[in-house]
């Protein structure tokens, strides 16, 4: 049963599948984001059809450009580092989250087309796309802002009030990339209470001119948990593709072309760049 309207973002003639979830601990978060803008060029020129790219990285903190900004930012950062974690600063808007083995990370890339995709656009298609993934469950999804959640935005992902999930988006080069972190399983508690920690920490109750959200670890949780399911990032990843493959006449699986790896490499060298002037 198709429960999309036609005029869905999630309905291509092709998808292109990057799978770079079990690449492991090693995988670097720079990559991630660097990737992602080397796709938005490839697709906003036609290079390459819509692409989905899921991705896993082990104990890391993603920032935003705003947490560069606190004023006691070397606390918080050593403090993550003494709970086994790595920072990195993400080259998009939004707020600090936590990504582990349990939180599956979905990209779609768009092209930009003649009218452009609306902001709005591109959150309902990955919130089509959620929502048609976990539609054996039964489970009212709402995407509204949780307010005591970490990166709160009006497109967060919940489950009778619990966050599990949050949308951003990247406009680059004529392609649009729409990124989520799900969390599959595990404590969404414990993930909220280390970043939690870590505003506090890095604020010492100083008055800052940005409002940093003040973490309430209830508001947020994992999947499992609120589906009372053993949900893996496996399973997760096996109805990504099943939803994909009923809106599309073709998946293709594949991996960065040679042309991709040339931009690739320049836009990671400007992300290590980005990282480097924060933490030295």
């Given at each position: 049963?198709?429960?999309?309207?036609p005029?869905?973002?999630?309905?291509?003639?092709?998808?292109?599948?990057?799978?770079?979830?079990?690449?492991?601990?090693?995988?670097?978060?720079?990559?991630?984001?660097?990737?992602?803008?080397?796709?938005?060029?490839?697709?906003?020129?036609?290079?390459?059809?819509?692409?989905?790219?899921t991705?896993?990285?082990?104990?890391t903190?993603?920032?935003?450009?705003?947490?560069?900004?606190l004023?006691?930012?070397?606390?918080?950062?050593?403090?993550?580092?003494?709970?086994?974690?790595?920072?990195?600063?993400?080259?998009?808007?939004?707020?600090a989250?936590?990504?582990?083995?349990?939180?599956?990370?979905?990209?779609?890339?768009?092209?930009?087309?003649?009218?452009?995709?609306?902001i709005?656009?591109?959150?309902?298609?990955?919130?089509?796309?959620?929502?048609?993934?976990?539609?054996?469950?039964?489970?009212?999804?709402?995407?509204?802002?949780?307010?005591?959640?970490?990166?709160?935005?009006?497109y967060?992902l919940?489950?009778?009030?619990?966050?599990?999930?949050?949308?951003?988006?990247?406009?680059?080069?004529?392609?649009?990339a729409?990124q989520?972190?799900?969390?599959?399983?595990?404590?969404?508690?414990?993930?909220?209470?280390?970043?939690r920690?870590?505003?506090e920490l890095?604020l010492?109750?100083?008055q800052?001119?940005?409002?940093?959200?003040?973490?309430k670890?209830?508001?947020?949780?994992?999947?499992?948990?609120l589906?009372?399911?053993?949900?893996?990032?496996?399973k997760?990843?096996y109805?990504?593709?099943?939803?994909?493959?009923?809106h599309?006449?073709d998946?293709?699986?594949?991996?960065?072309?040679?042309?991709?790896?040339?931009?690739?490499?320049?836009?990671?060298?400007?992300?290590?760049?980005?990282?480097?002037?924060?933490?030295?």
């Amino acid at each position: 049963m198709n429960l999309l309207q036609p005029s869905s973002l999630i309905n291509q003639p092709k998808w292109r599948v990057i799978d770079q979830s079990s690449l492991g601990p090693q995988f670097d978060a720079k990559h991630s984001f660097a990737i992602d803008d080397t796709l938005c060029a490839s697709v906003g020129k036609k290079e390459s059809p819509a692409t989905v790219r899921t991705w896993v990285h082990h104990q890391t903190i993603v920032l935003g450009i705003q947490d560069t900004k606190l004023p006691f930012l070397e606390d918080g950062l050593q403090f993550l580092h003494d709970q086994g974690y790595q920072a990195i600063v993400r080259n998009s808007g939004g707020l600090a989250v936590v990504l582990d083995k349990d939180v599956l990370n979905i990209s779609l890339i768009f092209p930009e087309s003649e009218k452009g995709i609306d902001i709005d656009r591109g959150y309902d298609a990955m919130l089509d796309l959620i929502k048609h993934m976990l539609k054996d469950y039964d489970a009212n999804i709402e995407a509204r802002e949780i307010v005591g959640s970490y990166c709160p935005g009006s497109y967060d992902l919940s489950i009778n009030g619990k966050k599990f999930a949050g949308i951003s988006q990247r406009r680059l080069r004529g392609g649009v990339a729409v990124q989520i972190y799900l969390c599959v399983t595990g404590s969404g508690e414990d993930r909220a209470d280390l970043i939690r920690q870590f505003y506090e920490l890095s604020l010492k109750k100083e008055q800052t001119k940005f409002v940093f959200p003040t973490i309430k670890p209830e508001t947020m949780s994992s999947l499992s948990d609120l589906l009372g399911v053993d949900l893996t990032v496996e399973k997760l990843l096996y109805q990504l593709l099943f939803t994909l493959k009923e809106h599309s006449q073709d998946l293709i699986s594949s991996s960065l072309t040679v042309e991709e790896q040339l931009l690739f490499q320049q836009n990671l060298v400007r992300m290590i760049d980005r990282n480097e002037k924060v933490f030295s």
